[in-house]
């Protein structure tokens, strides 16, 4: 038998939900906060802006106390949980919000990519392959700098250029490729043979 969901009704919208959607309070005699995420978040809204310099200059006060609060373990876990639960109401509400202001979100975008370069080629590496950014580097550096392939220098491409090259059925990390290289043995399936029938193209008809 599955787990037995535990019920609590929201004093602010009087829906009731479960308790993994409010949030915890030393306060309470239940741990709980009477009224549910959404419903506080609403009253939050409201409260800023009714009085955003007040909300703003109470966080510039206690901006390291925040931070460490909203980056602290527990918060990660909560946020893994609820993306995972809310996943296909958070990509319809993204969805909606990109379509409503496109060019907004298109420039958005664009700071921040302009902004956090870095950061965003470590989170690619990481959702792609696995490994840090930091990682691919060193795997370059012990390759001499070469793609391992036609030898060219990986320092003079563009990062987008330089490919973590993997075993497509093991999933097995292999070295860094150039883009061409990598794209070369994917478009041949990495197959001996038509590797071999493609040389012997070559020394053909211009051997």
């Known amino acids: ?37 959404e419903c506080q978040s609403e009253r939050e809204r409201a409260r800023y802006h009714k009085n955003p310099e007040k909300k703003a200059e109470y966080q ?44 907004r979100h298109n420039t958005y975008m664009r700071d921040y990519y302009r902004k956090n370069p870095e950061k ?3 989170q690619h590496c990481l959702a792609c392959h696995g490994i840090t950014y930091q990682k691919k580097s060193e795997m370059i550096e012990a390759q001499g700098f070469k793609c391992l392939i036609c030898g060219i220098d990986l320092r003079t491409l563009p990062d987008i250029q330089t490919h973590i090259d993997h075993n497509h059925v093991t999933g097995e990390i292999r070295s860094i490729l150039c883009h061409g ?5 994917g478009l041949m399936k990495e197959d001996i043979q038509i590797l071999n029938n493609a040389i012997q193209y070559i020394l053909k008809y211009n051997g």
């Open 120 to 122: 965003l080629k470590n």
């Open 60 to 103: 510039r006060k206690n901006k390291e106390r925040i931070r460490a609060y909203m980056w602290g373990d527990h918060m990660k876990k909560w946020s893994k949980e609820y993306r995972t639960k809310n996943r296909e109401r958070l990509t319809e509400y993204t969805r909606e919000y990109r379509m409503k202001d496109p060019q």
């Open 181 to 185: 290289c990598n794209t070369a043995i």
């Open 1 to 37: 038998m599955g787990a037995i969901l535990k019920m609590k009704k929201c004093s602010q919208c009087k829906v009731e939900k479960d308790e993994s959607e409010f949030n915890k309070s030393s306060k309470e005699k239940s741990g709980l906060k009477s009224n549910c995420r």
